[in-house]
Structure formats: C-alpha cells, structure tokens
C-alpha cells in the first residue's frame, strides 16, 4: 500500500502525477476535468499526445523556434549514428544506435518487426543524451534551467522528463517522457504543490 505523499495532490484543473499517457487513469482525469467545462485543465489531453507522440513533439518544438535535429520516418533501413524512437501504440522504447551492427536489430524491435514506423534522429558520434527533470518549468539541474522553462511554456507538461541531444555547445530538443510523482524529490514535490496552490487560485 502506498504513503500517502506517493500520490499526487487531485486538483480538477491540474495534475502533476507525471503520467500523462494515453488510456491511463491520468488521461482520463484530464479528459473528464475537459468534458466537465469550463477552465481547461493542465495538461489537456492534446497536450499530452503533442508531448508524447515523438514525430508531433520535435515538429512542435521546432514551431515554437526550439532547435531539434534533423529526424525522418522510416521503418526500415536507417544510417548510424541516431537516436531511433519507437512510435507504435504499444511501445515507448528508444534505442541509441552507434554502429551499422545495431541498426537492424534496433529497428527489428522498435518497428514490432517492421510493422510500425520509427522516428530516426541524426546525431554524430560525439553526441551525449542528457535527460532533464523538469516541475512546472523548474529543474535542480541547473545547468538546464533554461530549456526547463522553454518546454513547459510549449508543452504545459506540468511534470515531465526532457530528452536533449548535447554536441559540444550545441543542444537540441529530442523527446518528452514520463517523470512519476513516485520519484519526485523533495524539492520537485515543493514545486509541483506550489503550482497546484497558484491554480486553485
């Protein structure tokens, strides 16, 4: 049985849970605070398929001027190095994909055995993920403190997990996953019930 505090504060017009995925009972929290009218809730559900749905997410970003890598559809063949994205209704997997050995096994599986697309972002071999926990467009990562703000201001993801591509100097906006209330620090949690009080107002 869970703490108490292992779940998020309900709030009708915003959940931090940090699940927002499709056909979870935390869409569906969003998608009934929608249907129940007036003030929208935050996230809403277009929100949460913008944010999660890769391809949609860099096109996004790349709209709202953040700066993404060079990616196309394909589920076939595909030249290393990439990040490679599976999206299929029934996998959020990734691969990172170094060497032409990898290339077929990773889109074997990430395409459900070439019966889906994956989403395949060109990166050089000097390329480092970097992934960035971000509350209500706040990081302890401070290095990041920047891109924390400029991800929430266009996904309004209250709680969520930034991917970034860092080559040298260069960043570049990469995915949105998924940062459970359960693995919150202490200061995460702080940041997300202050959201919680500025929206119940």
Do not use: H
């Not at 969003?30 to 003030?39: H, I, N, R």
């Not at 809403?44 to 060079?70: F, H, N, R, S």
Request: with cysteine.
């Amino acid at each position: 049985m869970s703490e108490p505090d292992d779940e998020p504060p309900l709030v009708p017009l915003v959940n931090v849970s940090g699940n927002y995925e499709y056909l979870t009972e935390e869409y569906y929290r969003c998608q009934d605070a929608e249907l129940a009218g007036g003030t929208l809730p935050s996230p809403t559900c277009a929100d949460a398929l913008d944010a999660y749905i890769v391809p949609v997410a860099l096109e996004k970003a790349a709209m709202a001027g953040l700066p993404v890598p060079d990616w196309f559809l394909t589920n076939e063949y595909f030249q290393p190095p990439a990040v490679v994205d599976a999206i299929n209704p029934f996998s959020r997997r990734f691969a990172v994909v170094r060497s032409e050995a990898e290339c077929a096994t990773a889109a074997k599986q990430l395409s459900w055995n070439f019966k889906y697309s994956f989403c395949v972002q060109r990166i050089s071999d000097a390329t480092e993920l970097v992934e960035v926990r971000m509350v209500a467009g706040r990081t302890e990562q401070p290095d990041y403190a920047d891109w924390a703000s400029l991800v929430y201001a266009v996904f309004a993801l209250p709680v969520a997990s930034i991917r970034l591509l860092c080559t040298g100097p260069v960043v570049q906006f990469s995915a949105i996953g998924m940062l459970p209330w359960r693995t919150l620090t202490a200061t995460e949690r702080r940041w997300a019930e202050e959201l919680v009080r500025r929206m119940r107002g």
